[in-house]
């Protein structure tokens, strides 16, 4: 079927090459000329046929809701949007209310995949009405991967961001779990051969999963990772779940744990232990002065009772 | 070659059985009679042929402890013990160097696998000295799964056991991960097909590992999880991570905090939050009882400033 | 001097009081007529001097919303109106911008003190325009407690609650250190006189505080604190901790626990922990279902390897 | 009454010192020859009127286990030590059976009151049996704070530090908390004056405490902490209230979550984040590769999806 896809960057020109290579026809914009069919949004709406479909892959925020609302100026009744970029559920449920009020349909879906997606498939996670959703399926059996698994509609506009929102949750415990691990086996001492452990999990362990795989690569390419600075950025989609839980009242003590790992990573100085910091030197500070003058205590000093 | 089992349970039997039809020949030993090959320990060791092999597959602590307490006794030097329950590293140290001082080897060896190790293999991580690994080669050749992973000869005598302890503190943390992606999907009442949903994981998604197939799984005989307590168990490995997390001053907010939750799930009722419930008594409670007396306050209360 | 107050519950109803023992004229408005000056919030603006003050001591959300809504159609410019409520900072900034497009001034004022209030004086956290707050000083050195401690200016509009959100977020993590200390002293079994142990913290200690007072308090009406069920709620404000730590990218391991531990005190059963308990079924369900079959293994049944 | 006092640090010197103004007769030694009484351990129970009692004020773990060992050696039935130190209460098990077995006393006892001790008093909580403690009681009483708080017999040997460590844990959370709130409000930016904000807390609030005078002391001395840095020691007590924890399955998440911060700010890099750095990296690495070569993606690049 046509299509148009706004953003042309990594993962959507990756998808738009995908769904050319399964038949399908794509008008692709972007602000970068070189990469761009046409000139603008108008001119791509206008180039398809109507009822139309028009797949924005964009940065959440800003970027995405400006392309979504001009893209409500400018179709009309019967035509499609898809958000397939990583906005919040809330987002969505604004834009679908939105054009929804113009007779616009809205799809929003989670894409995981990454560079892999190109040739191996995206996994997708769909919200939106049951017609919009049917009449996009040639889409999404294109970019999904082959076999039974790997898309599902979870739900009313917002489920498809809302699941890729909690998947990327789960994906943070899970990154901090064999994080964890792994800091322990190096600082034991006890293990000769530390990327060579990780490799033998690769099959018949509970915890054989494609994380794994992944960390496996990183350890052979450099086993101490001794290149690389432990100094993690955390997407979006991490804090949402957080704040989801709090909303719905939901104990994640996991997925926070590994959330504030990522903040506290990119600290160079901690406000809060300079706090704590403080505080025991209030507990010891004088007798820690006193200690260097004149009545200079014995050896045997009992340790502060902190 | 020839190898003594203890313990013929459910881990034991079928590893002997694995072992059997990778043509080895076992001598096994159980307190049931009606497992056993023979009548005691005693006339296990009388079995083998020296140099022996005997492996223990009890549960870890003092089964584990006199058993191999007892085969220091019985064996002879040159003979091996093999380890594979699910002992703390800090027994093997101990079991190792009483045993050295025999002349009698010591492996600990972590198995992972559960019962689809009888069909498929079992990853084993293994500590001890490097002769006696080479010398169990061809046991742990048979017992690993096919292929290239699943083995890891991962240091001296306590590796194999640390090791476990900690791929079981990983599987921790990602159960958990999962555990608390579900309850937050469950609770949004945005997802019109729960089970659908993890299944679509399956994937192409970055979480795909064998902890989601098992999900999958339970989640397809049991949709909504209604026949399960919300009520789990934990092995000693759990805490012997975090002890030595500890030990090491290694930070493992997410394995603990998966370990905590085990704790919590297993109390009806927490003293702790009765601290916290008796403290919101206290701010507000003769208020609150005053405000049953005569001057009865408004509508509008204000809520408590806790 | 003059201050009309709106919501004469618990809260707004002692400070009415505490107002009028300090000499101020106190004009109060309840839905409950029994307690009210006034017909409605038109008489109370109409029985205030100009430049009016309005206390509000409302619910936080939309009492208090639409009450300052209300009274913005009502004032006029020059009058004040002081929220005094458990309001989020967000509303307040949002609330301070509409009533100074009427020429209104706003102040935030976050409260502590509950019931010993009225007798010891209110903490007072103050956020609005330097000449808002100067005006309103009379009043809040009524309602502060005697001595130098007890109010801060604590910056433009919303930073008197954010400040008292903050407070509060702290309260949660001392509360829940004082109950974990109290659970495991009493799971430990080796304190004779949990109470007696908590009372002698009061002198001496580094952890003597108001909090552990209240904690000796409950344990003297209730040793074992038996008539008190493991349940607590929260308010908003442990929740806007950990939305505003989340937005500023801010790790709050501790405050965070806490709120979790609440959250999970309330539910019966734990969906997540269903999920950990469905996976170690599927781990070694099969052969339990098979151990109850003919191949019955032995008593030395290795633990499962979770 | 006549004591021996061992270990003449900051501690232990302040108070014999304490002791000798409430009246006693204070034998000390101390490793250092010009703070010492005696020569040695020998000549100081040799100096004390039998039966004697010697108060150990030494480092824990070793440095205490030897001096205990040695009074085992040189002291008669019906003599009594006391451990005041921060040793772990498995450790005092040990050395009151151990003393036990000559007809020796054994008495624990731990601290609090750091350099504020010598003039206000120390807060006790005691282990031990009823008659040793009941003969002691002289010399607690004037330990001790005035006023009826700050001494407990908590039970038998092992109960007061047992005790003593809870409070260290509780200590831990309730600082944390601090800090953690004043990282999120100088974070915020919404707070014109931070050390006002907290110096206000000091009366009316509930989080008013001797933690928080001490925060307000250090503020004042340092309003924005800058001369101290982010990175926060931990004595053993931290760490065993947590293994205590993990052995009695309590979860403990606020204490262990204090202790973790305290183990990640020792940490110039954290190889458990240099983990999830490279996971991160694998899932888009090459793409960034390709993304420098020929086919560079345009400018609206949609977020990697992690």
Redesign the interface.
């Known amino acids: 079927m046509h299509i148009g896809m706004?953003?042309?960057?990594?993962?959507?020109?990756n998808m738009a090459e995908r769904l050319r290579r399964g038949g399908h026809t794509v008008v692709g914009y972007?602000?970068?000329p070189?990469?761009?069919d046409v000139s603008g949004l108008q001119e791509l709406v206008e180039r398809l046929p109507a009822p139309r479909a028009v797949w924005v892959?964009?940065?959440?925020g800003e970027?995405t809701r400006q392309t979504v609302h001009s893209l409500g100026e400018l179709l009309e009744p019967g035509d499609v949007v898809i958000d397939?970029?990583?906005s919040n559920?809330r987002d969505d449920q604004e834009h679908g209310a939105r054009l929804a009020a113009k007779g616009i349909g809205f799809i929003d879906c989670g894409?995981?995949?990454?560079?892999w997606?190109l040739e191996?498939?995206?996994?997708?996670?769909v919200?939106g009405e049951e017609e919009h959703v049917r009449r996009l399926m040639p889409i999404f059996e294109t970019l999904?991967?082959a076999?039974e698994?790997?898309?599902?509609h979870?739900?009313?506009v917002?489920?498809g961001h809302?699941?890729k929102m909690?998947?990327?949750?789960?994906?943070?415990?899970?990154?901090?779990?064999?994080?964890?691990?792994?800091?322990?086996?190096?600082?034991?001492g006890?293990?000769?051969?530390v990327p060579?452990?990780f490799?033998?999990?690769?099959?018949?362990?509970?915890?054989?999963?494609?994380?794994?795989d992944?960390?496996v690569?990183?350890?052979e390419d450099?086993p101490g990772?001794e290149g690389?600075?432990?100094?993690?950025?955390?997407?979006g989609e991490g804090?949402w779940?957080?704040?989801?839980?709090?909303?719905?009242?939901?104990?994640?003590?996991?997925?926070?744990?590994?959330?504030?790992?990522?903040?506290?990573?990119?600290?160079d100085?901690?406000?809060?232990?300079?706090?704590?910091?403080?505080?025991?030197?209030?507990?010891?500070?004088?007798?820690v002065e006193s200690?260097k003058g004149a009545d200079s205590?014995?050896?045997?000093?009992?340790?502060?009772?902190?």
Chains 1, 2, 3, 4 share one sequence.
Do not use: C
């Open positions: 706004v953003g042309l960057g990594r993962m959507g020109g972007d602000r970068d070189s990469l761009s892959m964009l940065p959440a970027p397939g970029g990583n559920y894409v995981s995949g990454g560079v997606g191996n498939g995206y996994a997708l996670m919200g999904k991967p076999g698994y790997g898309f599902v979870a739900g009313k917002g489920a809302f699941v909690v998947h990327n949750g789960i994906e943070y415990g899970m990154m901090q779990a064999f994080a964890e691990g792994y800091e322990l086996i190096a600082a034991s006890l293990v000769k051969d060579e452990t490799r033998s999990w690769k099959e018949g362990t509970v915890i054989r999963s494609w994380l794994l992944l960390l690569r990183a350890l450099d990772l690389i600075r432990g100094y993690a950025q955390d997407s804090r779940t957080v704040q989801a839980a709090v909303d719905h009242a939901v104990p994640l003590p996991v997925i926070t744990a590994a959330l504030y790992a990522r903040f506290a990573s990119r600290q100085d901690s406000p809060a232990m300079r706090v704590v910091a403080a505080l025991r030197n209030q507990f010891g500070g004088h007798a200690a205590p014995g050896a045997d000093v009992a340790p502060p009772a902190v």
